[in-house]
């Protein structure tokens, strides 16, 4: 088990040789080139902005993640889309959806922050550049929550959901899981597992099936 140092080289090393909880890499830098490589090869950056001077680079070798076809909408769920309360949108207002990740909930202000000034600059980088993609939550014109992640081919990397109303970012996951399905999409990546995510139908799969879905 390793972690190894990235250059200025546009290279990752072989995920199977990194740690348990998939760390695999440190350094490099968060350029379009970088960041398309890393999830091409189901790499991505992770790393406390306050206490981390250069990004660190995840590769899991289980990976978490979500069919379209398989997302579990709950019976409250149908209710609340049936009632039609809220909007969704896609890529009506990234930038408010990242600021929103970056800071509901004081999330900005926790100790192991990761989504700091150098990511947010990334990826919306990688938006204006058709590579980031947001699902906005509205109610009437305020912004209640959503999503962002990055696309490549049939695959959507989700970055991070939040939700200033309960189950926004629910209702933007199960717009995302529709529009993909209905368009050919084959999976979301979530990275890393939690209750919520599980609750909606999220699995793991081994990384040999994750890179043969993206490979397609």
């Known amino acids: 088990m390793a972690v190894y140092q990235l250059d200025d080289d546009l290279w990752f090393p072989d995920p199977h040789l990194g740690e348990p909880d998939g760390m695999i890499a440190v350094g490099g830098d968060l350029s ?3 960041l398309l490589l890393a999830y091409s090869n189901g790499f991505f950056p992770w790393f406390s902005f306050r206490h981390q001077d250069e990004p660190v680079w995840y590769c899991p070798l289980q990976r978490f993640v979500i069919f ?12 609340l889309i049936a009632k039609g309360q809220y ?8 930038e408010g959806v990242i600021q929103g990740c970056a800071t509901a909930q004081n999330r900005n202000r926790e100790e192991g922050a990761w989504l700091g000034p150098a990511m947010i600059q990334a990826y919306t980088e990688m938006h204006r550049q058709g590579f ?3 699902v906005e939550v509205w109610d009437a014109d305020r912004l209640v929550g959503g999503l962002y992640g990055i696309t490549i081919g049939s695959s959507f990397f989700g ?3 939040f939700s200033l109303v309960p189950n926004a970012s629910k209702l933007a996951l199960i717009h995302l899981s529709r529009v993909l399905e209905a368009h050919g ?5 979530c990275q890393f597992e939690t209750p919520h995510l599980r609750s909606m139908g999220a699995r793991y799969i081994p990384y040999q099936e994750y890179i043969s879905i993206l490979n397609e």
């Open 32 to 34: 379009v080139d970088r």
């Open 68 to 79: 379209p076809s398989e997302v579990h909408v709950s019976h409250s769920m149908k209710q």
């Open 87 to 94: 909007q969704v949108t896609i890529n009506r207002h990234f």
């Open 132 to 134: 980031a993609a947001s």
């Open 159 to 161: 970055e991070s959901m």
């Open 185 to 189: 999409g084959r999976m979301i990546d």
